[in-house]
């Protein structure tokens, strides 16, 4: 109702850290913040002078720096429980023309970014790039379920729920979450499989309508309007065929 009134440190870190990426100016960072206002609620941007005072403060020297700072500030407060997002999305890296299409037989290539994203801060605590083949489970199994495990051991924080699409869905993925996690695996049933049988499968796809379900199930749209959102922004970084030029 009341939404969010001011930038939190980790939004403000996210911004310094494109920015300096891309070698924005100061005042090109206060813009570059007001772009992603509608999906994080923030109703007053932060001006580029609070900006550049802050980064004052902080002194970074690198922007590993900034990322490394960002994921403990929001890891270390270990009050709260968090909700983790999981998705991924794909950058195209070649354009190809339907002359070209034709002939070839090929399409436009692209890699995969996977992403693991804290709900309440916005914040990524995880990410990895993959080619085009690689399905969306795999970084799942061999990065970030056992990432999550060792950092939530090391920083005392708790997960409450993990929201991810129905590739993801499994009987295994449902049972590593809650043994490994201790969390609710707010995870998609796919329905292209048909009705599970057996397994915890079958007793999430009959919760699978049920409000609170759907309230974790459905909460990875807030990462998926970020995906967009950083498209939008940086649109030129993702054609392969404006950079050629």
Known sequence: ???????TIPQKMTIITIAKALGYTYREMETLAREPREVLGIKRVTRFQDLHVFVKKIK???IQ?????????VLKNGTRKIGVLIDSTDFQIMDTTSYYNYRAQKAAD???LHV????ET??????????????????????????????SKIFGFKIRYVSADSAYASNRAYK??????????????????????RGLMTAYWRMRGLPWFRRYSNAR???????????????????WSLLAF
Not at 65 to 73: G, K, L, P, Y
Not at 176 to 197: F, M, Q, S, T
Request: include cysteine.
């Open 110 to 112: 692209f890699f995969k």
């Open 122 to 151: 916005r914040v990524i605590i995880l990410a990895t790039p993959s080619d085009r083949y690689c399905h969306d489970s795999e970084p799942f199994w061999s990065y970030f379920l056992p990432e999550l495990e060792r950092l």
């Open 176 to 197: 590593e979450v809650r043994e490994r996690l201790n969390a609710i695996p707010g995870i998609k049933p796919c329905k292209r499989r048909g009705v599970p049988r």
């Open 116 to 119: 693991v994203m804290d709900e």
């Open 221 to 239: 749209w807030v990462l998926e309007a970020m995906f967009k959102v950083f498209k939008r922004l940086f649109w030129v970084l993702c054609s």
């Open 65 to 73: 720096d900034i990322i490394t700072a960002i994921v403990i500030i």
């Open 60 to 62: 970074p020297r690198e």
């Open 1 to 7: 109702k009341h939404g969010q009134r001011k930038m």
